[in-house]
């Protein structure tokens, strides 16, 4: 049996959403916490392929650079720096799930009810002011480039300076200035020659050097 | 591949201008000697601030003008209000300086903090977009949650940051929620296409029901009851020219924002929302009125007095015509310059080298310090809206407005509760003529107190209702034919 180009989509398709739902089960499913990780890492692999079956590659890519790169290498650290018990945070794990299935049930139906009056209300696509730019005509790199960079430049800014406003207020709320701790003073550092930071002394035996002498403008701290 | 066109920058000079600006003061201050970064770069604050006004005024045609696609829009109405967020931060910037430097808070990040949070609620003026509305909200309330824990090492100055922080990331969530439900059921964040979109027919049950959310968001913004429980502690907890800030400014910011979202994009669909509004106003009035009555701590009185004011500027919005706007921009100008003048007296309340916040600390006063006890009676009086000042004009203007939408009951329970608020600012009045002192305030310190007071005091004097009256109304009518 060959296989032609479509077979071959809808085959790594299958295999692609095999793993990420076996992953899926494994993360919650497993015993040690950093193996959960690692399953997650994988589920994260996989809908990466997914993304890029479904011709969004740049999707893809964040999702490989942004969540296994970063943001899984932290769960990791947290999961192996912290002691957390996980055996404790199981305990009651069959008590609580036929009120978490009941909770989970509601979610399911009102999303399904809001869908299905979202169905009802009609189509409201002629109001859609910035509509994607065409896929036939760039890819979705530059689609994506073109919508942030671009159109919603405004928001873009905005976000960055509520980003700047974060790390002043970090700054604020937690830089303590503390009396007597020794700072590297760069230029001081580079300014100093060889001829004024060390002296090559003749010591006659049993004699030693003078200390006094070797005090220097320099040492002023 | 199109080239895009360069966005027309110049309907948000003053937002560019401020943005830049903030960051070149951040420069100033860390490159600043120690002692000397918080004074300059307070003086170079208020500087940029006067320049953005200017640029503002300047940039004042008459025409609406929308740049960035839509996102940004500049009008009449968005001038007026600008100027009011700039005066009222340029007041609390002019009261901090002796405070911070006493609680040993003179950072200079505080001045850029409140540029930043400037340049947060022009873009909520002007926005023109459920996105840039969230953005320039969320701008100016994390600038505002740091200032509020600016003092780390006082336990109810951190309370108040967190409170403030924590609620408000809850109504965040429930504003975005709501954003969500309408951009679902209409397609559109765009203001303009959402007012065509309800116009053409009634609002479907989502879009409905998402406006709801928006409106809790906005309506904890400008603590309006029932999400106002934040308020009181955050006002107490906070230091002074930062309540005074909290009170002034981000309240004419949201609430333009409020009439933005509601007359804007929602101004054709006024029965839709109309109850709402009127059930928080009277809320609001109610709280105010009866909850201040039994405060003893002026800071708390301050913040239900807020409330209430609150209550009342929301009566004009519930009329929901541009008479409605007009009274809103008008009573949110006039409750501007009572705020200000209200904090600068409180940061004159010292005795023994010490803040005084009881209202029992100013018995007597009228005995040992007559301008300052004429000062606040003035304003007080302003307050409770007794006729001849201007705290009375903007409630007849409000009210007025209800009356000709038909809303007598609001208006009746608007004027009930006005009496009713009389009583706890007469109480001050009456705790500094008529009651013994127990020894005399400390003379005013600072510069920047003594001139908000006295400037507020004037303005809100029976001597320049006269000369004012006709160049207020007139500029909020102005304001408000954006919205015509």
Same mark, same amino acid.
């Given at each position: 049996m060959t296989l032609d180009a479509a077979g071959l989509v809808s085959f790594s398709f299958y295999l692609f959403a095999a793993i990420t739902v076996a992953s899926g089960l494994l993360v919650i499913t497993a015993r040690n916490p950093v193996h959960s990780v690692l399953w997650l890492i994988l589920a994260f692999f996989s809908s990466a392929g997914l993304f890029v079956l479904l011709g969004a590659e740049f999707l893809a890519m964040l999702l490989v650079i @942004?969540? @296994?790169?970063a943001v899984a290498v932290l769960f990791l650290f947290v999961v192996m720096m912290l002691d957390i018990d996980f055996v404790r945070l199981r305990e009651g794990f069959q008590q609580y799930l036929p009120f978490g299935l009941i909770i989970a049930g509601i979610l399911v139906g009102e999303l399904i009810t809001l869908g299905g009056v979202w169905q009802a209300v009609g189509d409201v696509s002629a109001n859609l002011a910035d509509k994607a730019p065409d896929a036939t005509e760039v890819d979705n790199t530059a689609a994506l480039g073109q919508l942030i960079y671009t159109q919603y430049i405004f928001i873009f800014q905005t976000a960055g300076m509520v980003l700047l406003v974060a790390m002043i207020g970090a700054i604020v709320l937690t830089l303590r200035s503390r009396p007597g701790v020794k700072k590297q003073n760069i230029g001081r550092q580079n300014a100093r020659r060889p001829d004024e930071a060390f002296r090559l002394v003749d010591v006659e035996s049993g004699q030693g050097v003078d200390p006094s002498a070797f005090r220097q403008t320099g040492d002023r701290e | 591949m199109t080239q895009a066109a360069i966005p027309n920058l110049a309907p948000a000079l003053a937002e560019v201008f401020l943005a830049v600006a903030a960051m070149a003061l951040l420069m100033i201050g860390v490159f600043a000697n120690a002692q000397k970064a918080f004074g300059r770069t307070q003086v170079f604050a208020a500087l940029t601030l006067v320049i953005a006004a200017v640029l503002v005024i300047s940039g004042a045609g008459g025409a609406r003008v929308e740049t960035f696609g839509g996102l940004f829009v500049s009008d009449n109405f968005s001038v007026f209000m600008k100027v009011l967020v700039v005066l009222g931060a340029l007041g609390s910037l002019a009261l901090a300086g002796p405070y911070l430097r006493e609680h040993k808070i003179a950072r200079f990040e505080f001045p850029v903090l409140m540029v930043l949070s400037v340049l947060g609620m022009f873009i909520m003026i002007s926005s023109n977009n459920l996105m840039s509305l969230y953005v320039g909200l969320e701008l100016q309330s994390l600038a505002l949650y740091v200032l509020a824990a600016i003092n780390r090492d006082r336990n109810r100055s951190t309370e108040a940051g967190l409170k403030y922080f924590v609620l408000g990331a809850l109504s965040s969530g429930m504003m975005l929620y709501g954003i969500s439900l309408i951009y679902g059921f209409s397609g559109t964040m765009d203001f303009d296409i959402l007012a065509g979109f309800v116009a053409g027919h009634a609002p479907a049950l989502g879009l409905v029901v998402g406006m709801v959310f928006v409106i809790t968001g906005l309506a904890f913004k400008v603590s309006a009851v029932p999400f106002h429980m934040w308020t009181p502690d955050v006002y107490e907890g906070a230091p002074t020219p930062v309540t005074a800030f909290f009170a002034a400014a981000p309240k004419a910011a949201a609430m333009a924002l409020f009439v933005r979202v509601m007359m804007g994009a929602f101004g054709d669909t006024v029965d839709s929302w109309q109850q709402i509004i009127i059930f928080i106003s009277i809320a609001s009035m109610l709280v105010g009125a009866f909850i201040a009555l039994v405060q003893t701590n002026i800071k708390r009185l301050m913040a239900y007095s807020s409330i209430g004011h609150i209550g009342y500027a929301l009566v004009g919005l519930a009329a929901g015509t541009t008479a409605g706007v007009e009274a809103v921009a008008l009573y949110i100008a006039i409750y501007v310059t009572m705020t200000l003048g209200t904090f600068a007296a409180i940061l004159a309340m010292r005795r023994d080298g010490g803040q005084l916040e009881e209202i029992g600390d100013l018995a007597g006063l009228s005995k040992t310090n007559l301008p300052l006890a004429v000062a606040i009676a003035t304003l007080m009086f302003s307050l409770a809206g007794i006729p001849l000042l201007f705290g009375f004009l903007g409630k007849y203007y409000v009210f007025l407005a209800a009356w000709q939408s038909g809303l007598v009951e609001l208006v009746v329970i608007g004027l009930v509760t006005s009496v009713v608020s009389c009583y706890y600012y007469l109480r001050i009045v009456k705790v500094m003529f008529f009651d013994e002192p127990d020894g005399a305030l400390e003379p005013i310190q600072g510069a920047g107190v003594r001139a908000v007071l006295s400037i507020s005091a004037l303005v809100n004097s029976p001597l320049s209702y006269f000369l004012l009256l006709a160049p207020l109304a007139g500029a909020s009518a102005w304001a408000a034919q954006s919205f015509l």
């Open positions: @942004v969540y @296994v790169g | -």
